[in-house]
């Protein structure tokens, strides 16, 4: 992994200055790869598979420990909407962390670990209580039950010691998991009140989080030594839905993996949605790299057009704890510096709904996207009509370096 960190840090200096989306470097891709899609069932014990494949894989991605090996994470499982009910058709699927090795142009899965609570259980993807989306069956039928272990988990890395760091959008949490996938400690916001889990919940994060819109908690992280950056993924529904809706005020935690504490918080403004040909409430971030030094690569999104900006918090304000009204507006407060570095809409080929971001050098990127699982609609016997999108992991070759 240090490999890695190294190839990261030696980005610290990419700082292109590009007046505007298009003039982002040329770039192309050089591997593209499909990831396995087993039943469901044979990918780990569940009741009733509904014809879902195994997907929803490209929701995190990071390097492992060699070459052409990567860390990646599924997110709640599958589900859908019918109307304005959250369907969970395979329900008692368990949020898994797989490790994908590619070799000779063909990526497998080499490791599967299931995430558990302390005495071994499966979690679930389910919302956890009262106040998060209401869990219905797969026909929209029968409200099933909250469960307090359930995550909605979204992007990964890895520390020095071997655990697993996870992003979550319930809570919005923070997960830190042994190598067996066991969590060792969910770290949530002051006054989540969770009862209930089958691992240590700890509230040291900030309050304010608890605003944030439906589906929309924590989405990037990155590590740099002990250090955590964490990413909501859309802007907090404060003081209400509306506004979160329109406005383009992100928010960047820091968060010190020795203590799950946060020591900084930082705005991150978004762009104009206009330029993304979207509307503002359509607008996400996804994926973080750390470059080091208090410098990011990330993600900024719709589900079809996806950019990496790199970011520098080394002259932003640090808000945390100041219970600003930052939604409504940053009046005297600096955001992060951000400048375009790579234009992803513009690479021919590249799919849609890009969430997981990693970097290997200067020069080359990895990306990764979410198929859902390939959810689209189910039939009157309950069998998923699967969408046919796949999941892929695809190499990029920038035409610049990024320094």
């Given at each position: 992994?240090?490999?890695?960190l190294?190839?990261g840090?030696a980005?610290?200096?990419?700082t ?15 591997a593209?790869v499909?990831?396995?899609a087993?039943?469901l ?7 009733d598979?509904?014809g879902?494949?195994l997907g929803g894989?490209g929701?995190?991605?990071f390097p ?7 860390w ?12 304005d009910?959250r369907?969970f058709?395979?329900a008692?699927?368990?949020p898994a ?7 000779k142009g ?6 599967s670990i299931t995430i558990?609570?302390?005495?071994g259980?499966p979690?679930?993807g ?6 998060h ?10 409200v ?6 359930g995550?909605?988990?979204e ?15 319930y ?17 949530v916001?002051k ?8 691992y240590?919940v700890?509230?040291?994060l900030?309050e304010i989080?608890?605003?944030r819109?439906d589906?929309?908690g ?6 740099d ?6 990413a909501?993924?859309?802007p907090?529904?404060n003081?209400d839905?509306?506004t ?21 918080e930082?705005v991150?403004?978004?762009e104009?949605?206009a ?5 503002q409430?359509?607008?996400k ?10 410098r ?10 996806a ?8 002259k932003?304000?640090?808000v945390?704890?100041?219970n ?5 507006g ?16 513009a690479?021919?080929?590249?799919p ?21 699982f390939g959810?689209?609609?189910f039939?009157?016997d309950?069998?998923?009509k699967?969408?046919g999108?796949?999941s892929r992991i ?5 035409a610049?370096?990024?320094?």
């Amino acid at each position: 992994m240090k490999r890695f960190l190294a190839a990261g840090v030696a980005v610290i200096a990419a700082t292109l200055a590009v007046p505007d989306a298009h003039a982002a470097p040329a770039a192309k891709i050089i591997a593209d790869v499909e990831l396995p899609a087993p039943a469901l069932a044979a990918f780990q014990p569940v009741a009733d598979d509904r014809g879902v494949k195994l997907g929803g894989v490209g929701s995190g991605l990071f390097p492992a420990n060699r070459s052409g090996a990567f860390w990646m994470v599924t997110d709640r499982g599958p589900n859908g909407e019918l109307g304005d009910k959250r369907t969970f058709p395979v329900a008692d699927f368990a949020p898994a962390i797989v490790r994908v090795e590619v070799k000779k142009g063909k990526a497998v899965i080499a490791r599967s670990i299931t995430i558990k609570q302390s005495d071994g259980t499966p979690v679930t993807g389910l919302p956890n209580k009262e106040g998060h989306e209401k869990p219905y069956s797969w026909d929209g039928q029968d409200v099933l039950p909250y469960d307090p272990n359930g995550v909605d988990t979204e992007d990964i890395v890895r520390d020095r010691s071997g655990n697993f760091w996870v992003v979550e959008e319930y809570g919005p949490s923070l997960l830190k998991i042994a190598g067996d996938g066991r969590v060792l400690a969910r770290y949530v916001p002051k006054g989540m009140g969770l009862k209930g889990a089958g691992y240590p919940v700890i509230e040291t994060l900030p309050e304010i989080l608890l605003k944030r819109q439906d589906n929309r908690g924590f989405e990037g992280l990155a590590i740099d030594g002990d250090r955590l950056y964490l990413a909501v993924q859309s802007p907090l529904a404060n003081p209400d839905a509306k506004t979160g809706k329109s406005s383009k005020t992100g928010r960047l935690l820091v968060v010190d993996l020795r203590t799950g504490k946060p020591t900084a918080e930082h705005v991150y403004r978004f762009e104009d949605a206009a330029s993304f040909k979207a509307e503002q409430k359509d607008l996400k971030i996804s994926g973080l790299v750390a470059l080091g030094k208090g410098r990011l690569l990330v993600e900024e999104r719709t589900d079809a057009v996806a950019r990496l900006y790199t970011v520098d918090l080394r002259k932003a304000t640090d808000v945390l704890g100041k219970n600003l009204p930052l939604e409504t507006g940053t009046e005297g407060v600096t955001p992060v510096a951000k400048r375009l570095a790579v234009d992803l809409e513009a690479i021919p080929g590249v799919p849609d709904k890009i969430e997981g971001v990693a970097l290997l050098d200067a020069r080359t990127l990895v990306i990764a996207n979410d198929n859902d699982f390939g959810v689209g609609e189910f039939g009157q016997d309950g069998r998923l009509k699967d969408s046919g999108v796949r999941s892929r992991i695809l190499t990029i070759r920038l035409a610049e370096s990024l320094h």
